[in-house]
T-cell receptor, first 108, second 115 residues
């Protein structure tokens, strides 16, 4: 089967940079995605890594290392509205497996 | 352009009853996936539909079944409801390519409460 692990909670200061890590176990996958979910809301797609390396989308960047079974989401210039849960997800063949989620709290 | 829509928003059912949840995908999308999300947990994959067929299924019992219609909309049916079925049910749509169907767009979800 597939499994993903993330830290349960992270706290960071407004304006700072925070990294949310994701380690995974899988026998095969197409890529690693990241989703944001605010309390009471639906997950929204942030980023996707099909290949090793860094993908940058505005203030958000995502990294994947297949050899280390590891990825991370980097959020820069943190804003209060970034307080939410963040999920990494393995994009497999006809199936997506989500991680346990990291609750990010941004403080003033 | 409407995004993914789901109905109903909230639902309260009694243990043992049956429920049907509905989902309309984002325009241009042909693949619908259903997820169950318990409070404080990540979404758990139930199954995925493409071309009106179930392509892949997660670790859910046969009480969970689904359907996709020719217009790509989908239904999730749950029979013999248990208290543990109480959760947020999310529908996600995407477009299938040769390397999978990533960048899913999620609907607002249906909050199911089983009493």
């Amino acid at each position: 089967g597939q499994s993903l692990e993330q830290p349960s909670e992270v706290t960071a200061v407004e304006g700072a940079i925070v990294q949310i890590n994701c380690t995974y176990q899988t026998s095969g996958f197409y890529g690693l995605s990241w989703y944001q979910q605010h309390d009471g809301g639906a997950p929204t797609f942030l980023s996707y890594n099909a290949l090793d390396g860094l993908e940058e989308t505005g203030r958000f960047s995502s990294f994947l290392s297949r050899s280390d079974s590891y990825g991370y989401l980097l959020l820069q210039e943190l804003q209060m509205k970034d307080s939410a849960s963040y999920f990494c997800a393995l994009e497999g063949y006809q199936k997506v497996t989500f991680g346990t989620g990291t609750k990010l709290q941004v403080i003033p | 352009d409407a995004g993914v829509t789901q109905s109903p928003t909230h639902l309260i059912k009694t243990r043992g009853q049956q429920v049907t949840l509905r989902c309309s995908p984002k325009s241009g999308h042909d693949t619908v996936s259903w997820y169950q999300q318990a409070l404080g947990q990540g979404p758990q994959f139930i199954f995925q539909y493409y071309e009106e067929e179930e392509r892949q299924r997660g670790n859910f019992p046969d009480r969970f079944s689904g359907h996709q219609f020719p217009n790509y909309s989908s239904e999730l049916n749950v029979n013999a409801l248990l208290l543990g079925d109480s959760a947020l049910y999310l529908c996600a749509s995407s477009f299938t390519t040769g390397t999978g169907a990533y960048e899913q767009y999620f609907g607002p979800g249906t909050r199911l409460t089983v009493t």
